[in-house]
């Protein structure tokens, strides 16, 4: 499969489950990104990894944790989440190299997060 | 941190007319601002971008224009057809590093056949 891809695609969880979210970028990028988008608040980021690097928390409670175990692979493991960390969570990934042309951001179809 | 303010939050024109969203951002050293288009149910894509050493950039019926003294840019898109229809996203980032993108709320853009 090319580009971005996210499993699973629906998940509903109730409160005291932990899960996680899979996120995997067939384009040789290597840098990737965790969005939330609700209605309130669309396309926060999240979580950046540059080089497998995490370099960006922005300010996401601990219930949200990240793991980037190489540049074409990235997780969100989730554990006692709240009815309003219900959203749809977007992965994404892009390439970053000096004098890079585009900087674009390529996003996977996201995964669609319901907590009971 | 980076602040990007997008209006209108809706937007409906009829088919044939011109469409501009406008956004503001904070941050003076943002450098980089793409403008990104979701389709009801699908991923968001990027549409046009331009960086702060220009002024307007233009790709067929979309144009982006940017003032860096007032801190805002526009998207405009002429000859609206209604594959237009989707939200719009701006976003801000500084072309440094893991290239972080900060993104307005969206603007639902309506185009009435």
């Known amino acids: 499969e090319t580009g971005v891809t996210q499993t699973p695609r629906h998940l509903v969880m109730g409160m005291t489950n932990k899960k996680s979210l899979k996120c995997e970028q067939h384009?040789?990028?290597?840098?990737m990104y965790w969005y939330k988008q609700s209605a309130k608040k669309p396309l926060e980021l999240m979580f950046v990894?540059?080089?497998?690097?995490?370099?960006e928390n922005n300010s996401v409670p601990s219930r949200f944790s990240p793991e980037c175990p190489n540049s074409s692979h990235l997780f969100l493991h989730l554990h006692t989440l709240q009815p309003e960390d219900s959203a749809l969570y977007l992965c994404?990934?892009?390439?970053?190299?000096?004098?890079?042309?585009?900087?674009?951001?390529?996003f996977g179809p996201g995964t669609r997060l319901t907590v009971l | 941190g980076e602040n990007v303010e997008q209006h209108p939050s809706t937007l409906s024109v009829q088919e044939g007319d011109s469409a501009v969203i406008k956004c503001t951002y904070s941050?003076?050293?943002?450098?980089?601002f793409p403008w990104y288009k979701q389709e009801l149910g699908k991923r968001p894509q990027l549409i046009i971008d331009?960086?702060?050493?220009?002024g307007e950039k233009k790709d067929q019926r979309i144009a982006v224009t940017l003032n860096k003294t007032a801190k805002h840019f526009s998207l405009h898109i002429t000859e609206t057809q209604p594959e237009d229809s989707a939200v719009y996203f701006c976003?801000?980032?500084?072309?440094?590093?893991?290239?972080?993108?900060?993104f307005g709320t969206g603007t639902r853009l309506t185009v009435i056949p």
């Open positions: 994404a990934s892009s390439l970053l190299a000096g004098g890079s042309l585009t900087r674009e951001q390529f």
């Open positions: 384009l040789g990028h290597n840098a």
């Open positions: 990894y540059n080089f497998k690097e995490q370099t």
């Open positions: 941050d003076s050293a943002s450098n980089y």
């Open positions: 331009i960086r702060s050493n220009v």
């Open positions: 976003a801000a980032s500084k072309e440094t590093g893991a290239n972080n993108l900060f």
